[in-house]
């Protein structure tokens, strides 16, 4: 489960809980019509592609596991 809280402060903060753990992270975010670019605290910048439709945002990623990175598209929902 990801939670993902984008503030209009510009800060973020997102929540991941698997069978591992919970992880938190935090950070900055600013975003053109395509991107998003994601600084979190540690210093790391990402940048994600995105689509905004509605109250879904949707993230396109790679998230790596065992050396293999995976394509992935993670959807979230405005609450």
């Known amino acids: ?3 993902l809280i984008l503030r209009s402060n510009k800060t973020f903060q997102m ?3 698997d069978s591992s753990g919970t992880v938190t992270e935090s950070g900055t975010w600013s975003a ?3 991107e998003i670019s994601a600084k979190s605290s540690d210093g790391t910048t990402e940048v994600i592609p995105y ?5 879904k945002l949707s993230l396109t990623m790679q998230i790596e596991e065992a050396g293999i990175k995976f394509p992935v598209i993670l959807e979230f929902t405005k609450q």
């Open 1 to 3: 489960q990801i939670t």
């Open 15 to 17: 929540t991941q809980t």
């Open 32 to 34: 053109t019509d395509k």
């Open 51 to 55: 689509i905004l439709a509605g109250n």
